[in-house]
């Protein structure tokens, strides 16, 4: 069995500081983890992967994460945010195919001016 | 490539009825999947098809949920008897598979509600 977890519900952050949004997983056996982003009345979008090699992965949109396999964990990154950046955030892993996937019950990134 | 869409956007209907949702990938994508996502909570996954064969379905998918691909294009998901606890998003996605990174489309969803 697998899940996930998201540590913050919500973040609030002003524009161009940096931000982190947290999420550690457990599993039994080897992963693949997602960061996926929901903006508002629209579906949700891939933002990065992490399936192998390299553990710091970049995504769209400026976003990075990077892989911890002795934590356990997949945070996201991005340097300065946007006022757009304001979403709701999501990790999610699998094991086996990248379509079902364990998602965690996502973070509330909120940008301000 | 026009994504996914899911028909309707909005349904409500009364407890004890029928419902019926449908789903249109990418037109090339073998993989169709179904979610349901609650408010305040992530994604859950139903179940999934690789063409018109559907491979696995979750324990939440209890016998009042059936799901179709008929032909290996669009999806239905139908629940039968509805009750408030169904009030949900229920989201598809769909992918191809058969490249190294596989990637998931996610329609807007359907938002159900329950009376």
């Known amino acids: 069995a697998q899940s996930v977890t998201q540590l913050d519900s919500q973040v609030p952050v002003f524009e161009e500081a940096p931000v982190e949004l947290r999420c550690n997983y457990s599993s039994s056996v080897s992963v693949y983890l997602f960061w996926y982003v929901q903006y508002p009345n629209q579906g949700l979008q891939l933002l990065l992967k992490y399936l192998s090699g390299s553990t710091l992965v970049k995504g769209i949109n400026g976003f990075e994460a990077e892989f911890n396999k002795s934590q356990t964990s997949f945070h996201l990154r991005k340097p300065s945010v946007h006022i757009s950046d304001t979403a709701e955030y999501f990790c999610?892993?699998?094991?086996?195919?990248?379509?079902?996937?364990?998602f965690g019950d996502g973070t509330t990134l909120t940008v301000k001016p | 490539d026009t994504g996914v869409s899911q028909n309707p956007r909005h349904k409500i209907t009364k407890r004890g009825q029928n419902v019926t949702f449908r789903c249109d990938p990418i037109s090339e994508h073998n993989r169709l999947y179904w979610y349901r996502q609650t408010l305040g909570q992530g994604p859950e996954f139903l179940t999934y098809?690789?063409?018109?064969?559907?491979?696995?379905k979750s324990r939440l998918l209890s016998d009042r949920f059936s799901a179709e691909r008929p032909k290996g294009s669009f999806s239905t998901l139908e629940i039968q008897r509805t009750e408030q606890g169904d009030s949900a998003m229920y989201l598809c996605?769909?992918?191809?598979?058969?490249?190294?990174?596989?990637?998931?489309?996610f329609g807007s969803g359907t938002q159900l509600s329950v009376l």
């Open positions: 999610a892993v699998s094991n086996t195919n990248a379509g079902k996937s364990t």
């Open positions: 098809f690789q063409n018109e064969a559907q491979l696995e």
């Open positions: 996605a769909s992918s191809q598979t058969g490249i190294t990174n596989e990637k998931l489309f």
